[in-house]
Nanobody, 122 residues
Framework: QVHLEESGGGLVQPGGSLRLSCVPSGGSLRDYHMCWFRQAPGKEREFVARVDWSGEYTLYTDSVKGRFTISRENAKNAGYLQMNNLENEDTAVYYC???????????????WGKGTLVTVSA
């Protein structure tokens, strides 16, 4: 059983930046592909970004392209989501998830974190 813990959320003004981290316990992140999802108030959970186990291949939802960067450091057993030029619409709970298959499908994720809240507001 792998437990994922996200950190780095908080309150930031529009145009600001945050870096989210995802750290597993009870397992190695290098065994999995990693995704970030988010759920805004009153909305369904949506895919944000994914990175394959090696860190070489990434994919982003259109609304965050050019602003967010997903990465991982297998040697440190950690994954990240760097979020720049944040917008009010980015306000959500952000979840880290891992899968054995390279996919953006939330139903295929094997383990989930509990989420970290990102609030973008002036």
């Amino acid at each position: 059983q792998v437990h994922l813990e996200e950190s780095g959320g908080g309150l930031v003004q529009p145009g600001g930046s945050l870096r989210l981290s995802c750290v597993p316990s009870g397992g190695s992140l290098r065994d999995y592909h990693m995704c970030w999802f988010r759920q805004a108030p009153g909305k369904e959970r949506e895919f944000v970004a994914r990175v394959d186990w090696s860190g070489e291949y990434t994919l982003y939802t259109d609304s965050v392209k050019g602003r967010f960067t997903i990465s991982r450091e297998n040697a440190k057993n950690a994954g990240y989501l760097q979020m720049n030029n944040l917008e009010n619409e980015d306000t959500a709970v952000y979840y880290c998830a891992v899968s054995l298959r390279l996919t953006s499908n939330a139903n295929a994720m094997r383990y989930w974190g509990k989420g970290t809240l990102v609030t973008v507001s002036a």
